[in-house]
């Protein structure tokens, strides 16, 4: 009899980890960063609508996203069981630095019980400030040589000078810097002196730009052979 | 509660024959990674649709950490992830596809869902992809679709 009422207890919880909800006001978070920003932070409030919940574990599977429950227990440790009615949230804190237009990543959220895991995802914007197109110049191997041109643009509330840059591949793609308008508009003026044989060369400039993630940019000229164009897929 | 032992110990000793019989009449579980072309979004690929490439039409872009990418990454294949310098990890692709043109990229990173591969495939495409041709994947399944394969 007592072994009865222990394997019923058993199935009881069971059963009510596994019913558990933690319903989530939204599984999206988007944020656009600002030019000098390099960590932002998205929230995703949660409430326990149903039994109570345990976080077996949250992982961002990125090193540039970082998560927490919040609040936290009254000792300080993290808060891992939930009790129906009790409301909190995952805060996340995204390390964007490395990041250019737009990137999501994801955090699993695993509960006790729950087959799936909760995927919370958070996409950024990251602004260009510094835009060249195109972001290659092409010409095909055996093919007519001629001037090329890429155009920097900055996409900012104050200039961006060009203070330094450099070709790694001045013998075949000698180019001019051109200044349209200082700190706003530039252009990269590409002649090829040899389209016999296929190559790349990378030209990097370095503004005054005071966030890190804008003081390198680089583009590339490129001679290459004639490509059969690979069949669309059907989806 | 020496008769409950003594039960408990039958039963998973049944359940033990039953699988082994089971497992030697229906063989190893599949672990290979569930894939259907038709349902991926775009710019997905599942690893059987790339098997029907020609593997010297492919450049296969490792989007993991170094250290992953090192220990096993595709052979041939080249790194370009989101944790390290852009730059220079764009110029070692552009002078492997200038060296070597191939007309499909598959990035590939852990698993299914890897923002990595996802970034790194679109940035690939935005920026260099039309200047030289060709298609950017991102392989569903990741790595580990490549390794379930092995």
Redesign the interface.
């Known amino acids: 009899m007592k072994l009865s009422k222990i394997f019923a207890s058993a199935l009881f919880f069971s059963i009510a980890a596994a019913s558990a909800e933690m319903v989530f006001e939204s599984r999206l978070v988007e944020i656009t960063v600002k030019p000098g920003q390099k960590v932002v932070t998205g929230n995703f409030p949660f409430e326990i609508k149903k039994g109570s919940a345990t976080v077996v574990s949250y992982d961002a599977k990125c090193t540039c996203l970082a998560a927490r429950l919040e609040p936290l227990n009254p000792d300080r440790s993290v808060k891992l069981v939930w009790k129906e009615g009790e409301a909190g949230r995952v805060m996340t804190q995204f390390d964007t630095s490395q990041f250019l237009g737009t990137v999501e990543k994801a955090i699993e959220l695993n509960l006790e019980g729950q087959k799936e895991p909760t995927i919370l995802t958070v996409r950024i914007q990251v602004p260009e400030l510094i835009k060249m197109e195109p972001s290659s110049l092409k010409w095909d191997k055996g093919g007519e040589a001629g001037e090329k041109v890429m155009k920097i643009t900055i996409n900012h509330d104050k200039p961006i000078r060009i203070i330094k840059h450099r070709g790694n591949n001045d013998k075949i793609f000698p180019y001019k810097l051109v200044t349209i308008r200082d700190g706003w508009e530039y252009e990269i003026r590409v002649s090829p002196t040899d389209l016999r044989q296929s190559g790349m060369g990378m030209i990097s400039v370095t503004t005054d730009c005071e966030f890190p993630r804008f003081q390198r940019a680089a583009a590339y000229a490129v001679i290459r052979p004639s490509l059969k164009r690979a069949p669309v897929l059907t989806q | 509660m020496k008769q409950?032992v003594l039960s408990l110990i039958g039963i998973s000793l049944l359940s033990a024959v039953a699988s082994f019989m089971t497992y030697k009449v229906v063989g190893a579980p599949d672990r290979s990674v569930a894939c259907a072309?038709?349902n991926?979004p775009?710019y997905f690929?599942c690893l059987t649709?790339v098997r029907e490439w020609p593997e010297d039409?492919i450049l296969w872009v490792d989007a993991r950490?170094r250290k992953d990418w090192d220990k096993d990454g595709v052979e041939g294949s080249v790194l370009v992830n989101?944790?390290?310098?852009?730059?220079d990890l764009?110029?070692g692709f552009?002078?492997k596809m200038?060296d070597e043109?191939k007309?499909?990229v598959v990035v590939y990173c852990?698993?299914s869902?890897?923002?990595?591969s996802?970034?790194v495939a679109?940035?690939l495409r935005?920026?260099?992809a039309?200047?030289?041709?060709?298609?950017v994947?991102v392989l569903e399944g990741g790595i580990k679709a490549l390794l379930e394969e092995k």
């Open positions: 409950f072309q038709e991926l775009e690929v649709t039409e950490p989101d944790q390290e310098d852009w730059l764009e110029f552009m002078s200038t043109l007309p499909r852990n698993q869902g890897c923002g990595s996802k970034y679109e940035q935005q920026r260099h039309e200047t030289f041709g060709f298609q994947f």
